[in-house]
């Protein structure tokens, strides 16, 4: 890509920078939005209950086995008890 085909580049799906780069289309800009996840939203994502369990099934493959640390498993749901 070049950046010269571009006005604004926006990185970050969250709503911020949606809102952002909407606002700059809106107005004529060429605009490169970019995300490093592969889903669109951010912290703003919500997911189908098979995308849910996709995230899950990444989030576990790409930590540490050896850190078992309920303090990092910030998607357990409330409630669960964990030993």
């Not at 006005?7 to 995300?35: K, M």
């Not at 099934?57 to 357990?76: A, G, H, R």
């Amino acid at each position: 890509l070049d950046s010269s085909e571009f006005d604004v580049i926006v990185l970050g799906t969250g709503l911020p920078e949606s809102i952002l780069a909407a606002a700059c289309s809106r107005s004529g800009r060429r605009v490169l939005h970019l995300d490093s996840r592969s889903y669109y939203g951010g912290n703003w994502a919500s997911f189908s209950f098979s995308g849910l369990l996709s995230w899950v099934k990444e989030y576990q493959q790409s930590s540490d086995p050896e850190e078992e640390s309920p303090k990092n498993l910030s998607w357990v749901a409330p409630g669960t008890l964990i030993k």
